[in-house]
C-alpha cells in the first residue's frame, strides 16, 4: 500500500484492514486483529503476507495522536483515505466500494488521504 497526499507527518497513520464488511471502517473489534499504527509519512507501507480473499483497507491520518479519528459536527478534522479511492460523501464508504481481491500474488493499492477541515 502506499500513501499520498499527507498534509503533514505530525502525529500517526491508523491502518484497517478488513476481510469482513462487518469490521469496516473500524476493525479494532476485529478478532484477526488486522489493524495497526504506522508514522505520518509518504510512500509505501507494507502489509505483510494476506491469505486469499476479499479486502478493504481503511486509513486515518491520527495528527495529534489519540488513537481516534477526531469529527466537528460529524466532519472529519483530520485526513481519511480508503482502498480504491472510492468518492466520499456523508460517511465511510461501503465495504464494496472500498474492497479488491487478494489472489495470492502481491497487490498494491495506492490510497490518497482526503481532508475536509
Known amino acids: 500500500m502506499a500513501l499520498a497526499g499527507l498534509r503533514s507527518t505530525k502525529g500517526q497513520i491508523l491502518v484497517c484492514v478488513a476481510r469482513l464488511p462487518s469490521y469496516f471502517p473500524d476493525c479494532s473489534k476485529d478478532p484477526d486483529k488486522r489493524h495497526f499504527t504506522v508514522p505520518a ?20 491520518h491520527d495528527e495529534n495522536g489519540n488513537g481516534k479519528l477526531d469529527t466537528f459536527a460529524g466532519i472529519p478534522r483530520e ?39
Open 41 to 60: 509519512k509518504g510512500g509505501p507501507v507494507p502489509l505483510g503476507q494476506l491469505a486469499p480473499g476479499t479486502y478493504a483497507i481503511a486509513l486515518i
Open 79 to 117: 485526513g481519511v483515505g480508503f482502498s480504491r479511492n472510492p468518492v466520499l460523501r456523508f460517511g465511510a464508504p461501503s465495504f464494496q466500494s472500498a474492497s479488491f481481491a487478494v489472489a495470492g500474488g502481491a497487490v498494491e493499492q495506492d490510497i490518497k488521504l482526503k481532508y475536509f477541515l
